[in-house]
Structures are given as structure tokens and as C-alpha cells.
T-cell receptor, first 109, second 114 residues
């Protein structure tokens, strides 16, 4: 079964502190993993995907196949990072996205 | 940046009424999707559409739901006889069809069934 688990519904950190949003997945095969972000009253936007291995807005995520995890990290949080973050997976070529529950990240000044 | 456009942004309808949600895909995109998010729950896949037919659908997408692209531009989701539990945010998404390219989401249509 395809499943994405984000164990934290809410996460609150202070500005300048490190951030880690957890994501674990279940998939038989080689999925493609994504992080989407939704700022207040805006659309879902792709933040990053594991195959590109790039850093967007200071965020990085490493796919750990042994632990079936794809945690999102940022060393120094900024107030504009406050948003809803969704981890998602898809199978190769299928492009149907399976989303986690989402984590609401709040950065306190 | 290209955008997927959805209308209406918010609709209130009475139970049992038919609702049509509209999506204008990005012009060169070939794959179209509907997702839904009930308040406080996760974003769930409903249906994917390619080459004028449904390519995949979830168990949520029962006979009450249908999709079509009648005029080659709008991609629509119809709910035939709405139920209270259909109240949700409905997201349209589109994809160019090239592996590695991004799926783009619309801003969503918030449906409230009363």
C-alpha cells in the first residue's frame, strides 16, 4: 500500500532555530518523493523533489531508503517559512500523488 | 510562472444539487487531475485524465462524480447530487507529461454543501 505519514500536525520553532519536518513513507518499489508547501491563502507549490537534490529557500531533504524517510530540514528558520507543508510520493511515471496529513509550521519571532 | 485557474473559488450549494467545478489547465499540459481536501484532513487523489479519458480514479470517485474536457480548454469536475460529506476544497492539477517536470496546482475551489 502507498502511504505517507507526517507525525507532527503542528510544529512551532523560533526564528533562527533549526527546523525538521518528518516524513515517512510506505511503498513497494522506488517512489518519487516530494515536499509541497502551501502559504496562507495560496495554492500548493512544489518545494523540492528528491531526484533533483537541490536546496530551495534553504530547505533540503534526503531520501533515506533504509528508514523510508524523507525529512525536510532547514538550519535557520525564517518567519516567512510559516506555512503548511505536505510530503507526497508518486510511483514512477504514474504521477498520481499520495499526500501526508501535512504539518503546519509556525516560526515565532 | 504558468498558472492553473479554477472557478469558482467558493460555492455553497444545497444537498442534492449538481455542482460543476471548472479548471483551465496550463496550455501545453496533457495530464489533468482532481484532488480533494476535506477540512482538517489530507489532500486525496480523485481522478486523473489523459487523452480525453480517465486514466486512473480512486474509490472516492464513485458514480456521483464525472470529469470531462468539453471544449478543449476547461477541465470540469461534476458532482451529480451533492452530499454533506462532499464539502471540501477541490484542487485541479495539471502536468506537461514530461518526466521530471512539475505538477502545477490551482488555488482550489471550496465547496460547502448545506
Amino acid at each position: 500500500a502507498q502511504r505517507v505519514t507526517q507525525p507532527e500536525k503542528l510544529l512551532s520553532v523560533f526564528k533562527g532555530a533549526p527546523v525538521e519536518l518528518k516524513c515517512n513513507y510506505s511503498y513497494s518499489g522506488s517512489p518519487e518523493l516530494f515536499w509541497y508547501v502551501q502559504y496562507s491563502r495560496q495554492r500548493l507549490q512544489l518545494l523540492l523533489r528528491h531526484i533533483s537534490r537541490e536546496s530551495i529557500k534553504g530547505f533540503t531533504a534526503d531520501l533515506n531508503k533504509g528508514e523510508t524517510s524523507f525529512h525536510l530540514k532547514k538550519p535557520f528558520a525564517q518567519e516567512e517559512d510559516s506555512a503548511m507543508y505536505y510530503c507526497a510520493l508518486s510511483g514512477p511515471g504514474a504521477q498520481k500523488l499520495v499526500f501526508g496529513q501535512g504539518t503546519r509550521l509556525t516560526i515565532n519571532p | 510562472e504558468p498558472e492553473v485557474t479554477q472557478t469558482p473559488s467558493h460555492q455553497v450549494t444545497q444537498m442534492g444539487q449538481e455542482v460543476i467545478l471548472r479548471c483551465v489547465p496550463i496550455s501545453n499540459h496533457l495530464y489533468f487531475y482532481w484532488y480533494r481536501q476535506i477540512l482538517g484532513q489530507k489532500v486525496e487523489f480523485l481522478v486523473s485524465f489523459y487523452n480525453n479519458e480517465i486514466s486512473e480514479k480512486s474509490e472516492i470517485f464513485d458514480d456521483q462524480f464525472s470529469v470531462e474536457r468539453p471544449d478543449g480548454s476547461n477541465f470540469t469536475l461534476k458532482i451529480r447530487s451533492t452530499k454533506l460529506e462532499d464539502s471540501a476544497m477541490y484542487f485541479c492539477a495539471t502536468w506537461e507529461g514530461i518526466s521530471g517536470n512539475t505538477i502545477y496546482f490551482g488555488e482550489g475551489s471550496w465547496l460547502t454543501v448545506v
